[in-house]
């Protein structure tokens, strides 16, 4: 059986398997690296506002000649656009040349007040960032709902959310997200919130699939020897590894030939599956992908630290941190 090329969403859409990320592709690089992905048969693109390289995604799409009906659009809300969901679209909606996005997502599950030091990264005196401890994802949930409503977007879902915060989030939604985007890689398989997620009808998407910069995953013995029986690249086995288990998954690359070797899956048995699942539980479990919330946190629990409208796990997790 072959892996397939898309997944349907809640909303009965389809989103294609594969999608380009755009994180940290510089000025100068990402306008040339969409262009050439859209050239070369992909047809959905990851972006969010806080990139800081929209407008050059947007020239990139132009630049295709791929007309946007066949373009899956995804962006995200930045943490200091909480209180203002659709101003943040609409700067998106500008950059990249369109009138609707096919999916927006909250980038972070907690809000961040800009303030003289920064409109996207404020931080307090005692240089912590700013959050805004005060603040419920629901109520930034209720406006990403309003501008689904409005037809801006076909599709709203999250990040970076914990199964504390999509429950949290349950009490009150609407609308039940479409996707959940996080860290997502064989050293960091997410089984628990898969299911979770599954069994609410929410897509998963695979960031850093690659293990982004500076990977671990490429010199892992076991991955190494997969790619080699294959015969294709340790990214082809990430990349299909996701695929094959019925996640969304979004490799980054400026690099032509890797944009386009991206893009192949090839089929993995139920050993080679199983080899994978379980290399975290083996002792490789890791991040790769650790901002600084100036929490003890890693992952998005770091939502709960002092936040009095934290899920009441989280703020048990903050107690014991
Ligand atoms: N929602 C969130 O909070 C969040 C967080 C992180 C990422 N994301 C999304 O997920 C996307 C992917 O994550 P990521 O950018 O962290 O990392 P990634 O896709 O896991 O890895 C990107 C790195 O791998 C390299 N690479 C790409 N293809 C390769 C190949 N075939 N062989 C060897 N190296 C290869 C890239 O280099 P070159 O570019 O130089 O080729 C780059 O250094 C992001 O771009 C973004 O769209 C979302």
Same mark, same amino acid.
């Given at each position: 059986m072959s892996a397939p090329t898309e997944f349907k969403l809640n909303t009965g859409a389809t989103i294609p398997a594969i999608g380009l990320g755009t994180w940290q592709a510089k000025p100068g690089e990402v306008r040339g690296a969409v262009s050439h992905a859209l050239k070369s048969g992909y047809k959905h693109i990851d972006g969010a506002l806080v990139y800081g390289n929209e407008d050059e995604v947007g020239q990139g799409i132009k630049d295709s000649g791929v007309d946007r009906k066949d373009i899956f659009l995804t962006s995200k809300v930045w943490c200091t656009? /909480?209180?203002?969901?659709? &101003?943040?679209?609409?700067?998106?909606?500008? %950059? @990249?040349?369109? $009138? /609707? @996005?096919?999916?927006? @997502?909250?980038?972070? #599950?907690?809000?961040?007040? !800009?303030? &003289?030091? %920064? #409109?996207?990264? !404020?931080?307090?005196? $005692? #240089? %912590?960032?700013?959050? $805004?401890?005060?603040?419920s994802q629901s109520q930034t949930w209720e406006q990403m709902e309003a501008v689904l409503a409005k037809g801006k977007v076909k599709a709203i879902g999250v990040s970076n959310f914990s199964v504390l915060m999509l429950e949290d989030l349950k009490k009150k939604w609407k609308v039940v997200p479409a996707v959940n985007q996080v860290e997502l890689h064989p050293y960091c398989p997410q089984h628990e919130l898969k299911k979770y997620c599954e069994d609410n009808g929410i897509l998963m998407q695979a960031y850093s699939p690659l293990g982004s910069t500076s990977s671990p995953l490429h010199a892992d013995a076991d991955l190494k020897a997969i790619a080699e029986k294959h015969g294709v690249s340790t990214s082809t086995i990430l990349i299909s590894w996701s695929v094959c288990r019925g996640v969304v998954v979004l490799p980054k690359s400026v690099t032509p030939s890797r944009i386009e070797s991206n893009l192949q899956v090839v089929t993995l048995s139920k050993e080679e599956m199983a080899k994978l699942d379980g290399l975290a539980a083996a002792g490789k479990q890791q991040r790769v992908n650790t901002p600084n919330w100036g929490t003890d946190f890693g992952f998005s629990d770091w939502y709960g630290v002092g936040n009095k409208n934290a899920p009441e796990g989280a703020k048990l997790l903050a107690g014991k941190a």
């Open positions: 656009f /909480h209180d203002r969901v659709e &101003e943040c679209l609409d700067k998106t909606l500008a %950059s @990249l040349q369109t $009138d /609707h @996005l096919d999916l927006y @997502l909250i980038h972070w #599950g907690a809000r961040m007040i !800009p303030n &003289e030091t %920064s #409109g996207m990264f !404020p931080l307090k005196p $005692d #240089g %912590s960032r700013n959050m $805004d401890f005060e603040w």
